[in-house]
């Protein structure tokens, strides 16, 4: 199985599930909108990306045991704050954009005719992670978000990816010190919670059910 | 036997299951129609990948060609093919119609926030340019949410992808 594509689709999985958990309680309704949104066109990328992997995305999404999930550590945070979940899909998008590009130029035309379809759609993504960074980057409570975020956005990237990253962002890149137990091999303990929930109906179903 | 202009004409008859004045011919969805010995090869392509519509759009175009006696084979095809441009001019004015600012063409980058934020959209009830940008986001990820200053009328905007 190819990890990168099954990283990527693990974090658009479980970053569209934690996304998600705003709509209907957002601070304000369009933003209860703009994170519904988002959110399921994320597990539709997911989802898309399954496909490439597997005949049975349903079986790669939900069957699987909690160590077998390659998202990083920064998509399983659970977040309450409104100021980090924007900090949180600022950094995201900035760092999602970096790896998509690199997929465009894969040698399989799957997998860069996929990824380019996916950039297109992220543009969006992009706009609105800008927009509210535009809005917020001077506030003390946002930029202590970013701060505190920074390592696990890195950690989501491969090495050779991570320069990129700090320039777009002007941020420094963290120590390794720094870095432990946030990039993806770890997993945070609000996994197990996400993954109770997340696979909760699909466990309650006989194998083989038809919905 | 059934033909390929018999195929294209059934699946015309099929609205998109989230803006039902435009079908799925008007929508430049289907890439392309083969007809082989009884069966029939569909290949099409998503507008948004999440997009909650895709499997009752397959399952719509299966129904359509197995009524034609044929046996359906769908493709999704998820690569950069389809584009808001694929849209038919029919399609473009049916949306215009019903309220939905059809999309601006698609450009080699990406469209960026200070585009979707230029009043150069047009209301489609009142034909102004004085709209502004309200969501980016809609009741569906293929849509954006603005106001119409002139005749303070919200309407939704096909996204360009």
């Not at chain 1, 002007?170 to 609000?190: I, M």
């Not at chain 2, 059934?10 to 969805?29: H, K, N, Q, Y």
């Not at chain 2, 049916?94 to 063409?105: D, H, I, N, S, V």
């Not at chain 2, 102004?128 to 986001?137: C, K």
Request: one cysteine or more; glycine letters at 6%.
């Amino acid at each position: 199985m190819n990890e990168l594509l099954l990283g990527l689709a693990d974090d658009e999985l479980v970053l569209g599930w934690r996304e998600s958990e705003w709509t209907g309680i957002a601070p304000m309704l369009e933003e209860d909108v703009a994170f519904s949104s988002i959110a399921q066109n994320e597990i539709g990328h997911a989802r898309a990306l399954y496909q490439l992997l597997t005949d049975d995305p349903d079986a790669l999404a939900f069957d699987r045991a909690l160590d077998e999930y390659r998202c990083a550590p920064f998509v399983e945070l659970h977040l309450l704050d409104w100021a980090q979940t924007i900090a949180r899909r600022w950094l995201y998008e900035t760092a999602d954009e970096i790896r998509i590009a690199a997929l465009k130029d894969d040698p399989d035309p799957a997998v860069a005719g996929l990824a380019a379809k996916i950039d297109r759609e992220e543009a969006y993504h992009r706009m609105h992670g800008e927009m509210w960074h535009a809005r917020l980057r001077d506030e003390p409570r946002f930029r202590a978000a970013v701060e505190e975020l920074w390592p696990y956005a890195v950690g989501m990237l491969p090495e050779h990816l991570r320069g990129e990253l700090a320039t777009r962002t002007a941020l420094d890149l963290p120590s390794d010190t720094v870095l432990q137990g946030k990039e993806r091999g770890s997993h945070t303990p609000g996994l197990q919670e996400l993954w109770d929930e997340m696979t909760s109906v699909r466990r309650s179903a006989p194998a083989g059910s038809q919905w | 036997m059934v033909t390929e202009q018999q195929v294209w004409a059934a699946l015309d008859e099929i609205a998109d299951p989230e803006i039902p004045v435009i079908s799925l011919v008007d929508l430049g969805v289907i890439r392309s129609v083969d007809v082989r010995e009884g069966e029939v090869r569909v290949e099409f392509t998503p507008t948004f990948l999440g997009c909650p519509a895709l499997e009752a759009m397959k399952t719509a175009m299966e129904e359509k060609v197995a009524a034609l006696g044929a046996d359906p084979d769908v493709q999704v095809i998820s690569d950069d093919s389809w584009s808001t441009d694929r849209i038919t001019p029919a399609g473009r004015e049916k949306l215009r119609k019903a309220g939905f600012a059809p999309p601006a063409p698609r450009e080699a980058s990406a469209p960026k926030l200070v585009q979707l934020q230029a009043s150069v959209f047009r209301c489609p009830y009142c034909g102004s340019t004085g709209t502004r940008l309200e969501n980016i986001f809609g009741p569906t990820p293929c849509r954006s949410l603005r106001y119409c200053e002139s005749c303070r009328q919200p309407f939704e905007q096909f996204k360009t992808i």
